[in-house]
């Protein structure tokens, strides 16, 4: 994206410079300007004062840190992050895993999951799997949910039609 933009300001600068009637006298103006915009981006940092630095103060440091064990626990467990794509990646991959451990994990993560999408898929995992958990969930989200498709979808899955597409 960086590269497009330095093109378009390349084009810029050419046609600026083959409209103007005096060619070399618009080229050194344009020379001058962006030189002056150098500078002024390279002393920026140092008129903005002591003290502005981002790890100067430790503080940026420490929200590093901080981030970076956010992370981690994310990592460690998907279906806690804030993220719904994070938590649907990690559903599909539990959905997939047919076993033991997939299910008490989707029986767990059922309660807590707000997003009423991702509560469906969880929910049809566990009717399917025949856990009745997943049955309430799905009675709760075909008579309770916000978006008319996952209304849809979870009645015909305990009519067991085949999901609306």
Do not use: N
């Not at 991702?118 to 969930?137: F, I, K, N, P, S």
């Amino acid at each position: 994206m960086a590269c497009f933009g330095v093109v378009l300001a390349v084009a810029l600068v050419g046609r600026a410079i083959l409209d103007a009637d005096r060619r070399w006298s618009r080229a050194l103006q344009l020379v001058g300007g962006l030189a002056l915009l150098t500078i002024l981006l390279a002393a920026l940092p140092r008129l903005a004062g002591p003290g502005t630095e981002a790890h100067e103060d430790g503080h940026a440091h420490e929200a590093d840190v901080a981030h970076a064990e956010a992370t981690l626990e994310v990592a460690a467990d998907p279906l806690a992050s804030p993220d719904p794509l994070v938590r649907q990646e990690a559903i599909d991959r539990l959905v997939v895993e047919v076993s033991d451990g997939s299910t008490r994990a989707l029986l767990a993560h059922l309660p807590v999951e707000e997003d009423d999408e991702l509560r469906l898929r969880v929910a049809t995992a566990l009717h399917v799997r025949g856990v009745t958990e997943g049955t309430v969930a799905l009675g709760a989200l075909a008579e309770g949910a916000d978006i008319p498709f996952v209304r849809l979808t979870a009645q015909a899955e305990l009519e067991g039609e085949p999901p609306v597409k």
